[in-house]
């Protein structure tokens, strides 16, 4: 029987809808290739929905994206909405609702894209930041008292549970085994001043440690790891970290590995609804432009294909992604391509379609 995939998709705003589109190229590429079916459900959501409904994510949307396989998502943001409504209403909303507690970034510099450290290459920059994505200090836990007047006061909490620290580090573990490369772990924290959420931190991963005897253990930082990230990226294979350090050092990562139009991310629950996206977010001035790099929109859907367990099609797309980076495309950055947005979609599906 043909395997069936339900895929919601989130288009979203700005050039969401563009890349999202290329993407699904590849998808429907490869998913012919391998004999599984994807089936798309589109769901509109984004900051131009919600000027024009003043709806973020309601019930109906959360019951319906409940029953896909995945979430496919382009991108959320809106310039004429203030900051942190749309990222809170839609994005943390959905991370939490699905208790998608892993936030995974591979940091892979591919063949023919420029990295902006000197004397650094393919080889030496290959990993992944797995990042704690429920907790830390995202929960929106804190408040102001006193508010507008001198005595003002914000507290803005980090929360982290045992149970969260824990499964997000185990997850970590796991993954450093799958992905059998240098098979070290570093944990990536501050436990010189925060003192008490570190210290769980890496109490936690010490214990979790002794299930992994084959993993190699290491601990920095947070400012030290932006320090060797830069010098020695090589030293890396997967970084645990929480919330808030770990969506710092990811940007950091992803301009190392020539930034936005590659850098992709995974939003997983590993027994639930998970959710791809590219990081980039909706880039406004080049929407309609045609300029934008799908190939991180498409390494999403790679990396989304891989988690719901069609590995040999997630590797078909990447070997192709490979291809275009190191034969075509001229730089990575939107409208330095050399191409639009849509034939490097199709130099993907090409080289997918060609394919041994
Ligand atoms: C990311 C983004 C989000 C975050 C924002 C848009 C809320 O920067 O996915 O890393 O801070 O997690
Ligand atoms: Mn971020």
């Known amino acids: 029987m043909t395997k069936k995939y339900k895929i919601a998709v989130i288009p979203g705003d700005g050039t969401g809808p563009e890349v999202v589109a290329e993407g699904i190229k590849a998808l429907d590429a490869v998913s012919g290739r391998f004999g599984f079916r994807l089936a798309y459900e589109n769901c509109n959501l984004g900051g131009e929905h919600y000027k024009n409904t003043g709806e973020l994510v309601d019930d109906t949307v959360l019951e319906s994206l409940s029953r896909a396989d995945a979430i496919y998502l382009g991108a959320i943001g809106h310039p004429d909405v203030k900051p942190g409504i749309l990222e809170k209403g839609i994005l943390l909303k959905l991370r939490f609702h699905f208790d998608q507690y892993i936030n995974l970034r591979p940091v892979k510099l591919y063949e023919g894209v420029e990295t902006p450290l000197k004397n650094k290459g393919p080889d030496d920059i290959d990993f992944v930041v797995v ?39 185990r997850y970590a573990f796991e993954y450093c085994r799958k992905r059998n490369k240098r098979k070290k772990l570093t944990l990536c924290g501050k436990t010189n001043v925060l003192t008490y ?6 109490r936690t991963f010490n214990d979790v440690a002794k299930e992994y005897p084959d993993i190699e253990t290491d601990y920095a930082n947070v400012d030290a790891i932006c320090m060797w990230m830069v010098k020695n990226p090589e030293w890396f294979d997967v970084i645990v970290t929480d ?58 859907a790679q990396i989304m294909l891989a988690t719901i367990g069609e590995q040999k099609a997630a590797a078909m797309i990447e070997d192709a992604v490979k291809k275009v980076l190191r034969n075509d495309l001229k730089d990575v950055a939107a409208g330095k391509m050399g191409y639009t947005t849509e034939e490097v979609g199709n130099l993907v599906k090409e080289y997918i379609v060609n394919s041994e």
């Open 131 to 169: 990042r704690e994505n429920t907790e830390g200090l995202y929960t929106g836990a804190g408040g102001f008292h006193k508010k507008g007047t001198p005595d003002e006061v914000a507290i803005q909490e980090s929360i982290n549970t045992r149970k969260g620290v824990e499964r997000c580090i």
């Open 197 to 202: 959420a570190f210290d769980l931190w890496e």
């Open 243 to 300: 919330n808030m350090f770990g969506d710092i050092i990811s940007d950091l990562a992803a301009i190392i590995q020539g930034g936005m139009g590659i850098a992709a991310g995974a939003n997983i629950n590993p027994s639930g609804v998970s959710m791809f996206e590219p990081i980039g977010g909706s880039a406004p001035k080049y929407t309609g432009k045609h300029v934008i790099n799908p190939i991180a929109a498409i390494l999403a």
